[in-house]
């Protein structure tokens, strides 16, 4: 009988690239592979990596140079660099990792079983970087993570060029999938026990763009919440700038689109977000979050935030300080500006330098991890559905998340729950991460 062929899947960066790995999966399980936990042993390995920020291209660095001794043990072992570093640093990555045999830019993600079969018949190095735009319907299948939760990308690319960000350099112009083939996923992903779904894009208020109508995301999203099995739905991420009060009313009005908003607002000076080119002002942003709040009460609304932007003031940062105080977040992804060169700011003038920055970024912290408390502290003794994610690593305990996505955790009380299962959970301990409780049935 002849071995099994194995594969090892080691991720990096945002939920594009779960979903991209997802469909290295896919392709690998078409060909005969079969996953194993210790990329080790593996017949092929994939490092699918990101290049948002340093810290994040020194542990994948770290980790491909891991990658030389496997290499050395196994000459057969087929090792790729995939993603946005891998775009980004091209046929340098090459040369610096001789043990990488196949580089893959991310506009080749649906190539990728075509390019694993060329390699492994002529064992000559692929280098595949164009940005060239390639069609965005999805084809074959992808292998997912969850049991339950399916990530569902509607497009890929970004044409904003904030400033500060590689993403429009690593991953090309903005292009939406068909309403039908983004239907046609979903539907197969039902039919395979799927519940849950997250619509992926850079800004998915952009989605389809290119037919001129600037409600085409409200309308998926209308359309997405008809199908039949789909019990959840979320969506990231939103632009302040692009997004329009119908995505707001598909949000009050469809039973199955969850009531969680995801609106990075990056810096609240208004002078800082100019230079950012994020198209909006901080009175803006705030007026956003009224009209959601408007429409939808009880909605949680998270964000990202920048700090040590080149040149921001310490006035600057309290205007940041200003619009959370007032935002009111239930969450927040902080980060502390990371130069990124090709990019415009990284040219900018006064870069703030590192201790200033990570100063305003524990200060940052300090006040939302308050606010997030207090919003948490609000929903004791509420009783609150929880989709079940499995066993907490405190052994009894379960966790899952609410449709928000904020994390509870219950006991099973000797109860045994199904990955995906809905569960009443009511609250009676809150915490700034996690909310606990009790299942009542
Ligand atoms: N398209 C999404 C996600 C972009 S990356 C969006 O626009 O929100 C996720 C977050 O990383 C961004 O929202 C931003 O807050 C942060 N980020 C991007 N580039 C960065 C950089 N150079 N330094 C620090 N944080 C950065
Ligand atoms: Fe980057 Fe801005 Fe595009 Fe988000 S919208 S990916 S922050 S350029
Ligand atoms: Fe990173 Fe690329 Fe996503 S740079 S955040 S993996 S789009």
Redesign the pocket.
């Known amino acids: 009988m002849e071995k099994q062929k194995t594969y090892a899947l080691i991720n990096y960066g945002?939920q594009m690239n779960e979903s991209d790995t997802e469909h290295y999966a896919g392709q690998l399980k078409e060909l005969g592979y079969e996953a194993i936990a210790d990329f080790h042993d593996a017949d092929v390995i994939i490092v699918n990596t990101c290049c948002?920020?340093e810290s994040a291209e020194k542990k994948i660095a770290g980790k491909i140079g891991e990658l030389k001794a496997v290499k050395v043990k196994n000459p057969d072992v087929v090792i790729c660099v995939a993603g946005c570093m891998a775009q980004k640093d091209g046929e340098k990555l090459l040369k610096k990792h001789p043990q990488v045999d196949i580089l893959l830019g991310t506009s080749y993600v649906n190539d990728f079983k075509q390019l694993l079969l060329d390699f492994l018949q002529t064992r000559k190095k692929g280098l595949y970087t164009s940005l060239e735009i390639r069609d965005a319907e999805f084809e074959g299948h992808r292998v997912r993570q969850s049991p339950f939760h399916a990530w569902i990308p509607i497009m890929y690319g970004?044409n904003?060029f904030?400033t500060?960000?590689?993403?429009p350099y690593v991953r090309g112009r903005e292009r939406s999938r068909s309403v039908e083939n983004i239907v046609e996923e979903i539907k197969q992903a039902v039919k395979e026990g799927y519940k849950e779904f997250t619509l992926l894009?850079?800004?998915v208020d952009s989605y389809g763009k290119q037919t001129g109508d600037k409600e085409a995301f409200a309308k998926l999203l209308r359309t997405c919440n008809e199908i039949e099995g789909v019990e959840r739905l979320h969506y990231?991420?939103?632009?302040p700038r692009d997004m329009v009060e119908a995505v707001i009313e598909a949000v009050r009005d469809c039973e199955h689109v969850c009531e969680s908003f995801?609106l990075?607002f990056?810096a609240g000076s208004n002078e800082i977000l100019r230079r950012m080119n994020r198209g909006y002002t901080k009175e803006k942003y705030l007026e956003l979050i009224e009209t959601v709040r408007k429409h939808v009460p009880n909605a949680v609304i998270t964000t990202?935030?920048?700090v040590g932007f080149p040149g921001e003031t310490e006035e600057d940062f309290e205007e940041t300080l200003d619009v959370v105080k007032k935002a009111r977040f239930d969450s927040a992804?902080t980060?502390?500006?990371?130069?990124?060169s090709g990019?415009p700011?990284a040219r900018m003038e006064n870069q703030v330098p590192l201790d200033v920055k990570k100063d305003r970024l524990n200060r940052l912290m300090a006040l939302q991890n308050e606010i997030s408390l207090a919003n948490h502290e609000k929903m004791v003794g509420d009783t609150v559905e929880v989709m079940a994610d499995g066993p907490s690593k405190h052994p009894g305990v379960w966790n899952g998340r609410t449709r928000t996505g904020i994390l509870v955790l219950w006991p099973t009380e000797g109860k045994t729950y199904e990955l995906g299962q809905k569960v009443n959970v009511k609250i009676d301990t809150a915490q700034t991460w996690l909310l606990k409780g009790k299942a009542i049935d």
């Not at 990231?236 to 632009?239: E, P, Q």
């Not at 980060?335 to 990124?340: A, D, G, H, L, Q």
């Open positions: 945002c948002v920020r970004c904003n904030c500060y960000c590689i993403v894009g850079q800004n990231m991420t939103s632009h995801h990075p990056q990202d935030i920048i992804y980060f502390i500006y990371s130069k990124r990019t700011a």
